[in-house]
């Protein structure tokens, strides 16, 4: 999802539900795109990686779909627990200037309601 | 051991004040990261250390300072800083700076100008 202002997207859902966050990123020279999450108070935590020669992969409970044709990333949460509430950034590795660096989407806050 | 970790968990200092934040990992990582996050907002890059040499500035204020004194340790001292400064600051590490590495990120250290 896109921000708006200083609001932070935001997805809530039932527990035991799927969740999809999307994701939208801006360089075509992208490679690498890692989803983490972020609980309050802590700092990001890795969830799931894909490389720029995939479209999909999967972990625990976990998928990433990357759509190279429309820069679109998206993550989805099989049944959802309310240990999942967290905000999630996605972020894309790729050169900037002479450097590669990552950057961050601005986020969504999921909250999953028992 | 796969961990990150940043002391202080939470720093209070005025304007005039110096202060430095610690961040140390033993992960073998030759790549090392301090960024900035404020509330609701994406973390922000500030500097990288790749082999223990400064490779990336994003254009931080001097009241910033880093230093890599070894492989395993990044610091950053500051001074002279504004409210506005006020944040959230995260270390991350990496295996290299190259783009397809994953950067575990620390827990950050709370700081708060007054």
């Known amino acids: ?114 | 051991d796969t961990e990150v970790t940043q002391t202080p968990k939470h720093l209070v200092m005025g304007m005039t004040n110096k202060k430095s934040l610690k961040c140390e990992q033993h992960m073998g990582h030759r790549a090392m990261y301090w960024y900035k996050q404020k509330a609701k907002k994406p973390p922000e890059l500030m500097f990288v250390y790749s082999y223990e040499k400064l490779s990336i500035n994003e254009s931080v204020p001097s009241r910033f300072s880093p230093e890599c004194p070894n492989s395993s340790l990044l610091n950053l001292h500051l001074h002279a800083l504004q409210p506005e400064d006020s944040a959230l600051y995260l270390c991350a590490s990496s295996q290299s700076s190259g783009g397809l590495n994953e950067q575990f990120f620390g827990p950050g250290t709370r700081l708060t100008v007054l």
């Not at chain 1, 935590?45 to 429309?70: A, P």
């Not at chain 1, 999942?84 to 450097?99: H, I, K, L, P, Q």
């Open chain 1, 1 to 114: 999802g896109e921000s708006v202002g200083l609001h932070l997207p935001t997805l809530s859902v039932q527990e035991g539900d799927n969740s999809i966050i999307n994701c939208a990123y801006s360089n075509s020279a992208s490679d690498y795109f890692i989803w983490y999450k972020q609980e309050s108070g802590k700092g990001p935590q890795f969830i799931i990686d894909i490389r720029s020669n995939m479209d999909k992969r999967q972990g625990q409970r976990v998928t990433v779909l990357l759509n190279k044709t429309v820069k679109h990333l998206s993550l989805q949460i099989a049944a959802t627990q309310p240990g999942d509430s967290a905000v999630y950034f996605c972020a894309e590795s790729g050169v900037r200037g002479s450097n590669y660096k990552l950057t961050f989407g601005k986020g969504t806050l999921l909250t999953v309601n028992p």
